[in-house]
């Protein structure tokens, strides 16, 4: 491989979007951000300049991170902030991966305006294990608040204020012909009759899972988070914070004589506050000759979008997943487990007694926790401590393996909803084959919660409504080609089976992908040691690494 350098120069700049003009935080005033492009086996070094008040991080979404956990970025994880006029650089190698992936900052809420595109192709002459493609298209859904950023995140953590709500949902930062005082503002895919296109769907929007669907097209799902799936037809889909897919598109053989919208618009379980608007671009062929044609006087077609809250259609499309596991791309399921997690993972609300200390964000009612921790981040990186062997003080490794409360989910809302606050870690020792199921407590708002784990694929081998069953779920566990990747959504009511092996020394953190959940609580980390062999271990901390 070779080494990509890029720049990224973390500075203000004036969006409009919605007639609404406000100043928003960006890598070299780009709105979304630049993309990265490497091949599988590159080094990719990126030089961040921080320009702005705020503190930032970036993070390399899905990137392995493979003995490199000091480039990983999630803010008093790997690394103390990147503080106003400092410099970090982000240093790491691809090993492993290809597909679309993306990169995001991991502080607070600064990833609303700082994400883009991150892009691996296949090592050189290796081709797709499919159709080759005309062209490739990053595809990558945001929101947009007309509101400031700080003014979004203090309404957001406020008791009983739900998941602040966002004007728009975003198609590579446009919002679309389908809000007010936006049509100028609407990407445009232009396609030639007969042609493939690989789209790279990539959600980066901070609160809503998404389904997808262009009007009368249908397309074939290729890729999921950098992983090649066994491909599949199907005309919606769904993908949640975090996730990305690749499709593939074959435009029709004919000029169509009309214009079509792609649309996304969030599939919604719980009962909170949400936008039912849909962002939407326009898939405009070329026509066979521009004098005989005008494209602006040709019928448009909507996509149909599927009922908000239709959970079976969002759980057929997501059991479609599965690996290649072939010859080439075998999938490397763990067929033995050393150690066994189960985590309940929701909302709580904790009622808050007059006189006493409430444990929610801010000291309100309202938290968020994985069996029942709400956790905390610490005011240093945890790798660091764990690295100069510091721990003491910064977290403890007390992480429950399983809830405190024995969970037991009926169908209505269980009552152990306490949380408690703390630093605390899952530790493992290197190779440790790993099994964890995440059970969604349904407690508030049913919502289902994208979860997301750093360093690491895992394959998802099963999931299920209700409680899981340890004595009858596992039978039904695929250990044959389960889907891999690095986001998996929890369904409300109901749980996902993980296994990963922990072949990554490091600091890793794992929060739900909805921005509101994770300042709320649900997230943890894991620590997994060095391993014996020179190659097993992590290597020390750069020399520019920010200090707290
Ligand atoms: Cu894309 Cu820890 O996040």
Known sequence: ?????????????????????????????????????????????VKVVNHVQNNVTIHWHGIRQLQSGWADGPAYVTQCPIQTGQTYVYNFTIVGQRGTLFWHAHISWLRSTI???LVILPKRNIPYPFAQP???VPIIFGEWWNAD???VISQALQTGGGPNVSDAYTLNGLPGPLYNCSAKDSFKLKVKPGKTYLLRLINAALNDELFFSIANHTFTVVEADAVYVKPFHTDTLVITPGQTTNILLKAKPHFPNATFLMAARPYVTGLGTFDNSSTAGILEYEPPSVST????????????????????LATNFTKR????????????????????????????????????TCQG???????ASVNNISFALPTTALLQAHFFGQSNGVYTTDFPNNPLVPFNYTGTPPNNTMVSNGTKVVQLSFNTSVELVMQDTSILGAESHPLHLHGFNFFVVGQGFGNFDSNKDPANFNLFDPVERNTVGVPSGGWVAIRFLADNPGVWFMHCHLEVHTSWGLKM???????KLPNQKLPPPPSDLPKC
């Open 1 to 45: 491989g070779i080494t990509r350098h890029y720049k990224f120069d973390i500075k203000l700049k004036n969006v409009t979007r919605l007639c609404h003009t406000k100043s928003i935080m960006t890598v070299n005033g780009q709105f979304p951000g630049p993309r990265i492009i490497a091949r599988e086996g590159d080094r990719v070094v």
């Open 115 to 117: 994400y883009g595109p």
């Open 134 to 136: 005309y062209k490739e």
């Open 149 to 151: 950023t700080e003014v």
């Open 293 to 312: 044609i005008s494209i602006k006087k040709l019928p448009l077609f909507k996509p149909t979008l599927p009922p908000l809250n239709d959970t079976s």
């Open 321 to 356: 997943f599965r690996s290649l596991a072939n010859a080439q791309f075998p999938a490397n399921v763990p067929q033995t487990v050393n150690k066994r997690f189960f985590f309940t993972v929701g909302l709580g609300s904790n009622p808050c007694p007059q006189n006493q």
């Open 361 to 367: 964000p801010n000291g309100t009612k309202f938290a």
């Open 525 to 531: 980390a894991w620590v997994v040691k060095d391993g």
